[in-house]
């Protein structure tokens, strides 16, 4: 069964300062995906890494995947009031079509 | 772009009462799933289907059907609800095929058992 904890599942942080998200997961996959949820809104995809040291980055947000470590990252530079919202990551089974979600981590970035 | 739609948006139902969410996509996308979200846990897979016709257990499936008899459609039941399944609800779909591209999602169903 697969397993997918991320770490810390809250988070705040001043406005300018930077810090990462870290997504790990259990069994062998290289289909990862970072998700943003705004309070009572639906899911926004943000990244979807392919393969083994897929980054991609958007604005300040930049994620990375390490498949041998099992490890996702999500850094943040230069945190905005903005960026405040509930980060996702998401694995896909090798045999494809399910996702399995980890918990959430919920970043409150403060004046 | 309608995208992916959810039919209700919020619901309060009674113990006991039975309901159907609808799910509808507009992207002709081949997989639909369902997810519940409770506070804390993350998304949880409560069923999914491949096609239409076609449906397969998640993560979570006790308490709930299934079907999909069209390709755009995928509904949710609950036979006999408890307060248990008082959730957030969300529907998503993709193409096959299409891993390079994320799951897309409704904008969720606020059900509430009493």
């Known amino acids: 069964e697969l397993k997918v904890e991320q770490n810390p599942l809250f988070l705040s942080m001043q406005e300018g300062k930077n810090y990462t998200i870290y997504c790990n997961y259990s069994t062998t996959s290289d289909r990862l995906y970072w998700y943003r949820q705004d309070p009572g809104k639906s899911l926004e995809s943000l990244f979807v890494?392919?393969?083994?040291?897929a980054v991609k980055q958007e604005g300040r947000l930049m994620a990375s995947l390490d498949t041998k470590a099992r490890l996702s990252t999500l850094h943040i530079t230069a945190a905005v009031h903005d960026l405040s919202a509930t980060y996702f990551c998401a694995v896909e089974e090798t045999s494809g079509s399910r996702l399995t979600f980890g918990e959430g981590t919920q970043l409150t970035v403060n004046p | 772009n309608a995208g992916v739609t959810q039919t209700p948006k919020f619901r309060v139902l009674k113990t006991g009462q039975s309901m159907t969410l609808l799910c509808a996509q507009d992207?002709?996308?081949?997989?639909m799933y369902w997810y519940r979200q409770d506070p804390g846990m993350g998304l949880r897979l409560i069923h999914y289907?491949?096609?239409?016709?076609?449906?397969a257990k998640g993560e979570v499936p006790d308490g709930y059907n299934v079907s999909r008899l069209k390709k755009q459609n995928f509904l949710l039941g609950l036979e006999s609800a408890a307060p248990s399944q008082t959730s957030v609800y969300f529907c998503?779909?993709?193409?096959?095929?299409?891993?390079?591209?994320?799951?897309?999602f409704g904008d969720g169903t606020r059900l509430s058992i009493l």
């Open positions: 992207m002709n996308h081949e997989y």
């Open positions: 890494l392919l393969s083994n040291g």
């Open positions: 289907s491949v096609g239409e016709g076609t449906t």
């Open positions: 998503a779909s993709r193409g096959a095929g299409q891993s390079h591209q994320p799951q897309h």
